[in-house]
C-alpha cells in the first residue's frame, strides 16, 4: 500500500506560473492572444443563434459579436481587478438562451412584420430584462449573502458541482465536433498530440512552444486546412448544415463587420421592460451564480491559489452582476458568467498568471472595435473550436474531482451523495433538454411563458441541479458524524479571509483599496 499512497496536495505542483507570477512579456502577450481566440468561440455563437430568431441580419450579428467582446473585455478587466481576482475570463452565458428565447417568442413582439424593426424591439426587451435581473446578482454578491450560503458548501458538496461545470456541457464538445468530422477529429488529436505527447520538446531557445501555444499552433494549422477545403470547392454540393459547420466564408461576417465600430450604450436604444421578461432573466441570472461560483473554485486550484474565501466568492458574485447590467446597457444578447472554456486552458498551458487574462481582454476591447480584423477570427469554424471543447471542458471537470482527495472515498454516505449528485446533475437536465427547442416552451408549459422559461432554465444546468442534490443531502445525512469525512477540517480555514494567511496574498484589492473596502 505504500507504493500506491498519494496524499492530498492543497496546491497543483506541475503548474509553471501561479496567480501572481508572470512569464516574460513576448510569452503573456501571445499567451493572452490564445485566450482571446478561445473567447471568440462562445461569443459568436451565442449571436448566430439568436440574432437570426430575432429578425436581425448578419450585419446585426457582426455588431452584436462585436459588442459582446468588448462588454467581456471590460467585464473580465473588472473581474480581475475588483471582484475575485482570480485568472478568470467573463464571457457571454448560454445560459441565458431559455429566456431569451420566450423573449424572442413574445407575441407583442412576433406582430411586428418588418424584421429589422421587430429585431430592435426585441434587442430592447432582452436589455430591460438583463438591466433589472443583475440586481439579483448584485443584491446576493454585496450583500454577502451568497457568501452566507456558501458556509453550506464542502470539498464534498463542491467536487460535483465542479466537476459538472465541465462534463455537463458535453453537447458543445463532439456532438458539435461531429457536424464536420474532418476538421473537428484532426483538431483534437493536434491538441492532445501537442499538449501532453510533444511537450518536452523544446526547438526554439529550450522554450516549451508545443505545451504553451498547443491552441494557437492547432487552430492556425486546422484552419489553414479548412480554407484549402473550402477554396476547392470540396463542400459545393454538400448539405446546407454541413457547409455551415464546414466552410469558414458562411458566417458573413467579415463582409458586414465594418471597419471601426465603438460599442456604446444604450446603442439600439431605450430598453424595454416588462415583468414577466425580467423574472424569466432572474433565472439564467442565479444560474450564472451557480456555474461561475464553480469556475472560480477550478480557476482558484489551476491558478494554485487558496479557495476563494466567502467574501471574495460574495465580491466576485457582486462585480459579475454589475457585467451583466452591462450586458443589458450595451446590448450583448446575452448575460455573463465565467468563461469554462478559459478556466481549461489555464491547466492545458499550465499558466494561472491573472496579468495572461488581464492584457486578453485587451484583446477582446482592441479586435472588437477593429470590427473587419475581429471578423477574420470570428470565422473559424465551429468543430474547431467544439475540439478544443472537448479537452478543456474534460480538464475543468477532473478539477472538481481533485476535491474528492480531501474527503473519505471509503464511506458509503460519501458515494452515495457524489453518485447520485453526478448522476442527476447530467440526467435531469438532459431530461428537460430533450423537450425544450427554441420554438417550444419545453417540458414545464403552464400558461405562464415566464414561468415555464424560469423552471425550464434552473433544471437545464447541470451545475444548479448538482448543487441543489449535492449540498443538501451533504447537510442533512449524519452531518455532525462527518465532518472529517466530508473535508470540513481542511475547507474550514478558507471560509474567512482571515482564515489563512495565503488569502491577502491572492485576493487583496489593488491599489491600496482594501483600507476602504476591509474584508468581512
Known amino acids: 500500500m505504500g507504493d500506491i499512497l498519494h496524499p492530498p496536495m492543497e496546491q497543483l505542483q506541475d503548474l509553471e506560473y501561479c496567480i501572481d507570477s508572470n512569464p516574460p512579456w513576448p510569452e503573456t502577450i501571445l499567451l493572452a492572444f490564445q485566450n482571446y481566440i478561445l473567447v471568440v468561440g462562445t461569443s459568436v455563437m451565442i449571436p448566430t443563434l439568436l440574432v437570426p430568431m430575432m429578425g436581425g441580419s448578419d450585419g446585426d450579428k457582426a455588431r452584436v459579436i462585436q459588442t459582446l467582446l468588448f462588454v467581456a473585455g471590460i467585464k473580465t478587466l473588472l473581474q480581475t481587478l475588483f471582484g475575485t481576482r482570480l485568472p478568470a475570463v467573463v464571457g457571454g452565458s448560454f445560459a441565458y438562451v431559455v429566456p431569451i428565447a420566450y423573449i424572442i417568442n413574445d407575441s407583442s413582439l412576433l406582430r411586428i412584420h418588418d424584421p429589422h424593426l421587430r429585431f430592435m424591439h426585441t434587442m430592447r426587451a432582452i436589455q430591460g430584462a438583463l438591466i433589472v435581473a443583475s440586481s439579483i446578482q448584485i443584491i446576493l454578491g454585496y450583500s454577502q449573502v451568497w457568501g452566507l450560503f456558501s458556509r453550506f458548501f464542502s470539498p464534498l458538496g463542491m467536487a460535483p458541482v465542479v466537476g459538472l461545470v465541465g462534463l455537463g456541457l458535453f453537447q458543445r464538445g463532439f456532438p458539435a465536433l461531429g457536424n464536420c468530422v474532418e476538421i473537428g477529429l484532426p483538431m483534437l488529436i493536434l491538441v492532445i498530440g501537442f499538449s501532453q505527447y510533444l511537450k518536452h520538446i523544446k526547438p526554439i531557445r ?219 446533475g447530467i440526467s435531469i437536465p438532459h431530461f428537460f433538454d430533450e423537450y425544450w427547442t427554441p420554438h417550444r416552451r419545453g417540458l414545464v408549459h403552464t400558461n405562464a411563458g415566464w414561468f415555464n422559461a424560469f423552471l425550464n432554465t434552473i433544471f437545464m444546468s447541470p451545475p444548479t441541479v448538482g448543487l441543489m442534490v449535492a449540498v443538501l443531502l451533504d447537510n442533512t445525512i449524519e452531518v455532525e458524524k462527518s465532518k472529517k469525512d466530508r473535508g470540513m477540517p481542511w475547507w474550514a480555514k478558507f471560509r474567512t479571509f482571515r482564515g489563512d494567511n495565503r488569502n491577502e496574498e491572492f485576493y487583496t484589492l489593488p491599489f491600496n483599496l482594501n483600507r476602504f473596502f476591509p474584508p468581512t
Not at 225 to 241: E, G, H, M, V
Open 206 to 424: 529550450d522554450f516549451p512552444i508545443f505545451e504553451r501555444f498547443p491552441v494557437l499552433i492547432s487552430v492556425s494549422i486546422v484552419w489553414i486546412y479548412a480554407l484549402i477545403l473550402t477554396a476547392s470547392q470540396a463542400y459545393r454540393d454538400k448539405p446546407n448544415a454541413t457547409q455551415i459547420s464546414c466552410r469558414t466564408d458562411r458566417a458573413g461576417l467579415i463582409s458586414t463587420a465594418p471597419w471601426f465600430k465603438f460599442p456604446y450604450p444604450l446603442q439600439w436604444g431605450p430598453p424595454t421592460f416588462a415583468a414577466g421578461h425580467s423574472i424569466a432573466m432572474m433565472s439564467a441570472v442565479l444560474v450564472s451564480m451557480v456555474e461561475s461560483t464553480g469556475a472560480y473554485q477550478a480557476a482558484s486550484r489551476l491558478a494554485i491559489a487558496t479557495p476563494p474565501p466567502a467574501y471574495v466568492l460574495s465580491r466576485g458574485i457582486g462585480w459579475q452582476g454589475i457585467g451583466i447590467m452591462l450586458d443589458g446597457l450595451f446590448g450583448t444578447c446575452t448575460g455573463s458568467t465565467v468563461s469554462v472554456e478559459n478556466v481549461g486552458l489555464l491547466g492545458l498551458t499550465r499558466v494561472g498568471s491573472r496579468r495572461v487574462v488581464q492584457i486578453s481582454a485587451g484583446f477582446m476591447i482592441f479586435f472588437s472595435i477593429l470590427g473587419k480584423f475581429g471578423a477574420v477570427f470570428a470565422s473559424i469554424p465551429f468543430p474547431i473550436y467544439a475540439a478544443l471543447y472537448c479537452v478543456l471542458f474534460g480538464l475543468v471537470g477532473s478539477i472538481g474531482l481533485s476535491f474528492l482527495q480531501f474527503t473519505n472515498m471509503n464511506s458509503m454516505r460519501n458515494l452515495f451523495i457524489i453518485g447520485l449528485s453526478l448522476f442527476l
